[in-house]
């Protein structure tokens, strides 16, 4: 479906190209991004939106083009309502750290975050008192529904933010996000998703969600590094305090005072990564050309694969739902006698297939089952193909049968 892209990225048009399956970490870069970058260093290396010259007039109309594609790919209710950061771990940590709180407050995650949805929460524990509480998740880790209604009476008109994965990258499973967000709403709390897993995957609009903040990583979208995004009600980012203050979040300032900038500008301090977002402009002119949709059943379809060959054998264990429809294009694999990091290197030195290995940033699953192996996990995109998972997975059935 998707083999005319393979054609756009480097990495892949080389002889013998390796098999790279851990775009839950970080995915490829196509032509048209590189080339982006480029063009900002050798064309017109100006500092937007700042001074009036030629170079910074080129950027800045290119950064304000950028802002309107991102807004439209989500579906936001007005431009300046997206925030350039560095990645969804930057934006989480401005949600939370640039609200208000007080002691007592009550905020709802699951049990399967990311550090970047957890760590800042157990901060504001640590530093503020607010009330930190996990939402445990069925035995397959599918989300539960009935647990989290119970948590949401249980906190009462404490309850102040909900905010959880949209999809987990640990192994690839959905949280049903609009229905958590309408029980949220009913018990007037406010819900901010980790969208980093599921901007490259699948259709996100902020608007039929219902929900209030939403963390991305550009470098997860076929973007350069050092890039994400945040988006926000405009309402909610026209009261929140910006956690980088300096250069461009004031409109003026004196020796005893300032004026802040509206947002975005507030939140954006500092020289920005301008190449970075003239490679993000590239990256979402590239996946608005794709359907997301069809990327999603491609990754579906590859999990089926590798999943068909994994699923049965002795020391393996495939984290989360049997059903690879539930997974995306996440395979995760628990071994029980093997440590994952070894497995790792072996695939990238025998076989020229890259994955990951340790615990995700997700320590805390692990930990509370006891497990110090971390696991092994391959994750799809749309420029893989079904002879690179059948590669990955064979290969690892001998490793294992090899080794344990």
């Known amino acids: 479906m998707f083999s005319k892209h393979r054609a756009d990225f480097p990495t892949l048009n080389v002889d013998n190209p390796p098999v790279y399956l851990d775009n839950a970490c970080m995915t490829l870069r196509p032509n048209p991004v590189i080339a982006a970058i480029r063009s900002y260093y050798e064309e017109s290396p100006g500092c937007g939106g700042r001074s009036v010259h030629r170079y910074a ?4 109309r290119k950064m304000i083009n950028c802002r309107k594609k991102m807004g439209a790919l989500f579906n936001a209710y007005e431009t300046d309502e997206i925030v350039f950061t560095k990645n969804a771990t930057h934006s989480l940590n401005q949600v939370a750290k640039g609200l208000s709180w007080n002691k007592g407050d009550v905020v709802l995650t699951t049990d399967r975050e990311h550090n970047s949805n957890l760590v800042p929460w157990l901060q504001l524990e640590q530093e503020q008192g607010i009330d930190h509480r996990v939402v445990k998740s069925n035995d397959d880790n ?41 029980i949220a709403k009913d018990h007037g709390a406010m819900v901010c998703i980790d969208g980093a897993q599921s901007t490259p995957h699948m259709s996100v609009d902020v608007q ?11 470098h997860k979208m076929m973007g350069p ?60 002119d590239y996946i608005s050309n794709i359907n997301l949709d069809d990327v999603h059943e491609h990754e579906v379809s590859l999990n089926r694969v590798m ?9 393996l264990r495939i984290i989360g739902p049997q059903d690879p429809a539930q997974r995306g294009g996440i395979c995760s694999i628990l071994l029980d006698n093997i440590d994952a990091h070894d497995i790792a290197i072996l695939l990238d030195e025998a076989a020229d297939v890259m994955v990951r290995s340790g615990m995700h940033c997700v320590h805390s699953w692990f930990n509370e089952k006891g497990i110090n192996r971390g696991s092994l996990r391959a994750s799809a995109y749309l420029y893989n193909t079904e002879d690179e998972v059948k590669l990955f997975a064979e290969t690892l059935v001998e490793a294992v049968e090899a080794l344990g």
């Open 142 to 182: 599918t989300f539960d529904l009935e647990a989290f209604e119970s948590a949401c009476a249980d906190a009462g008109d404490k309850l102040r933010m909900v905010s959880i994965s949209h999809v987990g990258n640990l192994d690839g499973v959905a949280t049903p996000v609009k229905q958590v967000a309408k």
């Open 57 to 60: 007039n080129i950027v800045s």
């Open 208 to 218: 039929d969600l219902g929900i209030d903040f939403m963390a991305f990583s550009i």
């Open 307 to 315: 999943t068909s060959i994994l699923k049965d054998v002795n020391g």
């Open 225 to 284: 590094s050092g890039m994400g995004g945040l988006w926000g009600r405009m309402e909610l980012l026209e009261n929140m305090r910006s956690i980088q203050s300096g250069g461009s979040t004031v409109d003026t300032s004196s020796y005893d005072s300032m004026t802040w900038s509206k947002p975005p500008s507030r939140f954006e301090g500092g020289l920005g990564n301008y190449a970075g977002i003239l490679g993000t402009n590239a990256a979402i």
